[in-house]
């Protein structure tokens, strides 16, 4: 890419020669179609490159950041960050700068959206329930990552992702669903369109039921949602660090059901093959038949906690921030989400959360309400919707050794409570989770 040479260049040219640097590119184009009232009403396109310049001399770090288009001189951008060093504090977390050896080239011409693409499958999605009406959005996604050091490293690498997000509304009720996968073309539009208004239209005119402990069948954004929060505060090595993290490497913590993996090398994978470091990603056991094999480490992590890096810094995040998933597989089961229904005596069957909120890191317990297709299950079949509840309940204990009944044979990439799709995830039926009240508490 000519934009990242002639920058590199430059730097190079200005950089002293007695620094540790590391330069980041990157360059996102983003698309997005928004629908409401069953009729598209909004179509924008965004471009942007954002440069992320990381410099390290006599124990001190700086980084400094920018747009690439409000860089007018190059030389002053660095000596920006050659003055910012004087000022910084000694860096005791600097793990150095990768080498050459863990370079990766990924870079390549990825085809753009049009807004007729985004329309076709947005209308694909509004055709499923044409008596109600349809909002949401269909958005589409090309990032471009280049990284570049003072050690020999340079990487660059390409992603793409496409989602489908909508709901259904009728007076007494909602269903939503969700897509997500490489390209447009690979998403279903028609099939998301036809669960979300089956949804909405089996749970109109929902019953308050009493809270408590119940089995539950939790839909594919609900185990998303639990997922996600698993990963931010759990095996993100710096809630380790900051002794929030209740994962403990080596014991058996969830049910032996449970295996999670990340696999930024699988064709499929939506994620970037290289961390914000540039170092190319492996695939990673996170969870093997319900113990805990590694936590989600940067360079700073691994240094601190004396680990092997994992190379699971996020771009644009900082370094500080922690390590992050994002190529993550919960695998799949044997069980159809039919047969999960027919083994509930008496459940809920859950299809989202949302408004969760951590009460204690240590414990993972989370509260939060269901939404957008709740129903009681009674005897193996679906018997009634129902409305909000409110879940005051461990994400550890809700997968603990027992609690899993079983583990759907699907997986689609699902939404959760942090936004788009970048887990793929199956159903779960669990044997207990609470239920604590009504909207209010």
Known sequence: MRIWDDLLDEVKKNLPDEIECELKLMHSKSALTR????QIHQNVDEESAEIYLTIHKDSKTTTISNNLTAIKDVGEFVNKALVSLEDSPIDKGWSGLPDKSNSYEGFKDLEESTPDDRAKVVKEFIEEGKSMNAAGYCSTYINNYFVWNSNGLNSCDSSSSAFID????????AGSSHRGGQTLASLEGTAAGFEAAKLATDSQNPVDIDPGNY???LGHEAVSTILVFLGVYGFNAKSKIDGMSPIIIGEQ???????????????????????????KKLNLDVVNNGVPQSYFHTRRTANELGMKNTFHELFGWGENFGGIGTNVKLLNGDKSFEDMISDVKKGIYINEFWYCRVLDPITQVVTGLNRNGSFLVENG????PVGRLRFTQSFISALANGNVESVGNHSRYADSEFGEGILSVPQLHLKEFNFTGGVSG
């Open 35 to 38: 629908f409401a009232n069953s």
């Open 381 to 384: 079949k679906i018997t009634k």
């Open 166 to 173: 909508g709901i259904f509304r009728t007076d007494t009720s």
């Open 215 to 217: 089995e539950v069948v």
């Open 253 to 279: 913590q969830f049910d032996e059901k449970i295996s999670l993996v990340d696999t930024p090398e699988d064709q499929d994978s939506i994620g970037f093959k290289i961390d914000a470091s540039g170092s």
